[in-house]
């Protein structure tokens, strides 16, 4: 217990995002998306059971072993950095992800978002969906739009997570967070009883299956404002993976829903900054005009990309728009950008003329 206090401190000082534990390696920092080795010794496979037993307790253990995969949050350097934790077995022997969480929710400003993502915090009622692979700050920009509102109004504010990262404090709102395995055995059990605990404001850490996303677009539905992540990389496929989630006869009906109950939806990915140490992120964001709202129902997701590009007026943008702005302030290098553009030509192209002038 001593040296994974160690691995995880020497992760705190070094301002790492991600420690990594495989047997047979010494462990591994994600520090601004790089993996770097530290100096401690291999990981012995008994060493990485023995670290997961003192985490997680003897009787979760076994839980452990049985499932062979198990999420968890803990809390053990000093001073106290909390880590959002995975252990899973790989090649028949243990492995362990720990993500750091910061100790402060920091502000949407802070984030480097868009303003307009400050605007879904003044919603009355609807879905806003903030999507992303993972790693990509889906869970940050939640937490701290979550935390505006804590500061703006009076609501009574629900979460449900799997496991809570961010600790929110009540200011303004009165908040209960919920962490599957411990409060209630799931998303969607939780889920089921939630509209009777008099919530205004809901969050639900992940649209898993079928019965989450039934229960979260119904919240949505019935008058709530309900924050969701998906993994996925962008608007048009994001409301894609909603309808998919339900079977061919109950698509027609998913639609409708997600149509009357979908405000916006915020595509972000990360990028190490070129101009200083740091990661800033891309964006895309879709705003449900009646437009947006009539592709959905009609099933023509296809047009969602077209309507994007030309509502910047409103405030959307897409994802490619986003990484070109990153770039011409200089905050990301071209050729990342261009890698990562969904349309390299057209990017390489776009910032070629843009920086003519």
């Known amino acids: 217990m001593a ?23 010494r462990p591994i920092l994600r520090i601004n998306t790089e993996l770097i080795e530290t100096d401690f010794p291999e990981i012995a496979d008994e060493d ?8 997680i307790g003897p009787e979760k253990f076994e839980t452990f072993e049985k499932r062979r995969d198990f ?33 402060r929710v920091p502000s949407l400003d802070e984030l480097n978002l868009p303003e307009k993502v400050s605007e879904f915090a003044d919603l009355p009622r609807g879905l806003v969906l903030v999507t992303g692979h993972t790693g990509a700050g889906k869970s940050t920009t939640l937490a701290s739009t979550i935390g505006l509102i804590n500061t703006k109004y009076r609501k009574r504010v629900i979460t449900i997570e799997d496991p809570i990262e961010y600790w929110l404090l009540n200011d303004q709102c009165m908040i209960e967070q919920r962490e599957v395995g411990a409060d209630c055995p ?11 605990q008099d919530p205004d404001v809901i969050m639900v850490g992940e649209m898993r299956d079928l019965e989450t996303t039934s229960f979260t677009l119904t919240a949505a539905e019935t008058g709530h404002l309900v924050f969701s992540t998906l993994h996925t990389p962008n608007a ?19 639609r409708t829903m997600l149509a009357n109950a979908l405000q916006a939806v915020v595509s972000q990915t990360l990028f190490r900054r070129a101009d200083e140490a740091g990661m800033v992120p ?11 709202r009539n592709c959905i ?23 490619d728009n986003s990484i070109a702005e990153l770039c011409l302030k200089r905050y990301i ?21 843009a920086q003519r002038y």
């Open 3 to 25: 040296e994974i206090k160690n691995i995880l401190a020497e992760a705190v000082a070094r301002e790492a995002s991600d420690v990594h534990i495989n047997v047979g390696m």
């Open 48 to 55: 990485a059971k023995e670290i997961v037993r003192a985490l």
């Open 71 to 103: 999420d968890f949050s803990t809390s053990i350097t000093d001073p106290d950095q909390r880590f959002r934790v995975n252990a899973h077995y790989q090649r028949d022997t243990v492995a362990i992800s720990f993500r750091l969480i910061s100790d």
């Open 186 to 196: 799931d998303f969607a059990t939780g889920l089921r009883h939630i509209l009777r």
């Open 236 to 254: 048009s496929q994001s409301i894609e993976r909603v309808i998919d989630i339900y079977p061919a006869n109950q698509q027609t009906q998913a």
């Open 282 to 292: 891309s964006t895309e964001i879709l705003l449900c005009t009646a437009a947006v």
């Open 297 to 319: 129902r009609e099933n023509r997701i296809y047009e969602i990309p077209n309507i994007i590009e030309t509502s910047r007026r409103f405030g959307m943008h897409t994802m």
């Open 333 to 353: 290098d071209k050729e990342e950008a261009i890698l990562r553009a969904s349309n390299r030509a057209k990017m390489e192209k776009a910032l070629q003329l």
